[in-house]
């Protein structure tokens, strides 16, 4: 079994050595075995887990969503049917949060359109001005 000394796993896994120990304290990945100069060794296992944890939040997952996916696999096994409705639910919730902003990005455009038209009227300056609006 391959050990890494905290920096290396950092560096292959792409995170501070300060996530590596929040990460213990969350429970996420195991606490590590320390060599016998007290440097904590980590294992290929705790590699691939933290790989795992990236990539989940890369998709959205926040770190408590991830640690009930990690803490369920390893105590009853996850099925590949719960991955893939945790993984629709979490499509479904991205979806409504890009309508939502479909509609502010929408608003914005109607709003910059209505300002551009109103500039062309007497009193719209000032009126910016009172509103704090003017660039």
Not at 78 to 95: E, L
């Amino acid at each position: 079994m391959t050990e890494y000394l905290r920096g290396q796993m950092a560096k292959m896994a792409n995170v501070n050595m300060e996530t590596l120990r929040y990460y213990e304290e969350l429970g996420l990945i195991s606490i590590p075995l320390r060599s016998e100069a007290g440097y904590r060794l980590y294992s290929d296992e705790v590699l691939s887990r933290l790989v795992f944890i990236q990539n989940a939040k890369l998709c959205g997952f926040t770190l408590k969503e991830i640690k009930k996916a990690l803490t369920k696999s390893e105590s009853s096994g996850i099925s590949i049917d719960d991955f893939v409705n945790v993984v629709d639910k979490k499509m479904d919730k991205v979806r409504s949060e890009i309508a939502k902003q479909e509609i502010k990005l929408t608003a914005l455009a109607d709003l910059r359109k209505n300002l551009l038209a109103a500039d062309k009227h007497p009193g719209v300056q000032s009126t910016l001005e009172i509103l704090k609006m003017e660039s």
